[in-house]
C-alpha cells in the first residue's frame, strides 16, 4: 500500500521532470553541448530534484494539507472575526515562508543583484504580502464579498504602485505571485478554503469560496514587492550572472558543499508552521496519538524532500537551464530561441501534475460540458506563448514586461464581471497551478541565460518576469472557458446556478 502510494507520486513527478531532461539530452547532443561533467552533474541534479520533490510531495499530503483542513475549520468555528483575521495574517506568513518556489525566486534575485536584494529580504518580504491577503480572503469568504469586486481592488491598488515603481521591481514582483504560490503554498491555502466555506449553510456559496483565495493572497506578493521598491526608492539597477561557477569538473562536491545550507533552510522554513500545529493540537485539534504521530511524520517527509528537492535544483539543475538560455540565444537566431521557448513552454504544462488536478476538477465542475483536453490544450498553448513572448521580450529592444502584463490584467479582471463566479475562482487559483517546480526552477533559468546572451539585454530587468507571463495566461484561457460553458449551458436551456 504504502509502496504504491510512492510510487504513484514518483512517477507523477516524473513525468513533470522528463519532458526537459529529454530536451536537455537533445540540446547538449546537438546544438549546446555542456561538456561531460556538467551534463552527469545536470542527470544527477534532475534525479535529486524528481526523488525530493516526490518525498515532499507525500509529506504534504500526510502532514500539511490535514493541518490546513483543520485550522481552517477550527478558525471558523470561533465565530469571532477578529480572531479569523489574525490567524490568516499567521498563518499565510509562516506558509509562504516555508514554499520552496519562492525561496528558488529569491535566491536567484539575491544572486543576480550580486545581495543588493538579498534571499531572505525578499523572502519575509513577499511572506508579510501573502499573510495580509491571506486575512483578506478569509474575510471575503465569512461576510460573502463577492471574488470579482475583491480582485478588482487589489488590482487597481497594484497597478497604482507600479506606476511608481521601477521596472525591476515590476518583473520581481508579478514572478513572486507566480512562484509563492508553489507546492506547498496552494495545498494548504485551497485546504484553509475548503475548511472555512464548508462551514457555510450555502452549498453553492460554499462550492464557489472553495477557490479564489490562491488568486487573491497571488496579488498579496505583488502588492508587497511593489511597496517595498516604493518605500526603498529604488533607483536603476543591473544585473549579472556568474559564470564561472557552471564551469567546474567536479560532480558530487558541488551538490555536498550546498545540502548543509539547503537543510537549514529547511529547517527554518518549516519550524514556525510545525510549533503551530502542536499548539493547535493542545488547543482545538485533539487527535488521537496515531492521527499526531502521522502528520508528525508528515512533517519529516517535508523537511527530507524539501532538502533533496533544494540541493538538486541549485547544485545541478539551474545551472544547465542558464547554459542551455545562454546556448540557444548566442546562435543568433530569434526564431530559435523563441521556438524553443515555446517547446519548453508546451511540455512543462503537460507534465505539471496539478494541471490534471484543475482539468479533472474543471471537468467534474460541469459535469462534463468542458472537456480537460480541451482545457489541457488551452492551457498547454497558452503557456507556450507566454514563453515565448518572454524570449521575444528579451531579444527585441523596447518591449517592457508591462506591456505585456497591463493589457493582461485588464483583460483578466474585465472578464471577470461576465465569467461565471465559480470560473473566475478556479481561473485566478490556476495562475499558481501553471508556475509550478519546473517553471520556477528550469524555464527561470533558461530566460536568464538567454538575457546574459543578448546584446543590450539586462539580466535583472529582462530575465525575470518570465514566471508572471506563466501564471497570467491561465487567468485569461480558463474565464474564457467559463464564457463558454455558461454559453453552452444556455443553449441547451439549462440555468446555470452557479454563475451568481
Known sequence: MWLNVLLDKFKEVLYSVLPITVIVIILNFTLVPLGLPTFVRFLAGALLVAVGLTIFLIGVDLGITPVGKLMGT???????????????????FFISIAEPDLHILAGQVDSVTNGIISKWMLVVVVSVGIALLLAVGFLRIVLNIPLYKTLTVLYLIIFILALFS????????????????????????LALAIGISALKKDSKASEKDSFGLVGIISAGAIMSVLAMSVIKKTGEMAGTLDSSKYFTDSIIAPFLKILPGMAKDSVIALIPMLILFIIFQFIS?????????????????TFIGLTLFLTG??????????????????????????????????????????????????????????????????????????????????????INLWHYLLPGYIISIALSFFTPKLFVGIAFDSGGVASGPMTATFILAFAQGVADAVEGADVLVDGFGMIAMVAMTPLIALQILGLIYRAKSHKGGLSDDREH
Open 74 to 92: 477550527s478558525l471558523t468555528k470561533t465565530n469571532k472575526i477578529w480572531f479569523v483575521a489574525v490567524s490568516g495574517i499567521i498563518l499565510g
Open 166 to 189: 521601477s521596472p525591476v521591481f515590476l518583473a520581481i514582483a508579478f514572478d513572486a505571485s507566480g512562484a509563492t504560490t508553489g507546492a506547498l503554498t496552494v495545498p494548504f491555502v
Open 285 to 301: 485539534f485533539k487527535l488521537n496519538r496515531k492521527q499526531f504521530r502521522v502528520i508528525i511524520m508528515g512533517f519529516v517527509y
Open 313 to 398: 535544483v541549485n547544485a545541478g539543475f539551474m545551472d544547465v537551464g542558464t547554459l542551455v538560455g545562454y546556448g540557444v540565444a548566442a546562435r543568433g537566431s530569434t526564431l530559435l530561441t523563441v521556438g524553443t521557448g515555446f517547446i519548453l513552454g508546451v511540455v512543462t504544462i503537460l507534465a505539471e501534475p496539478a494541471v490534471y488536478v484543475l482539468t479533472h476538477q474543471i471537468e467534474d465542475v460541469t459535469s462534463g460540458y468542458v472537456n480537460r483536453k480541451l482545457v489541457m490544450s488551452a492551457l498547454a498553448v497558452g503557456i507556450g506563448v507566454a514563453v515565448a513572448m518572454s524570449m521575444l521580450r528579451i531579444i527585441v529592444p523596447g
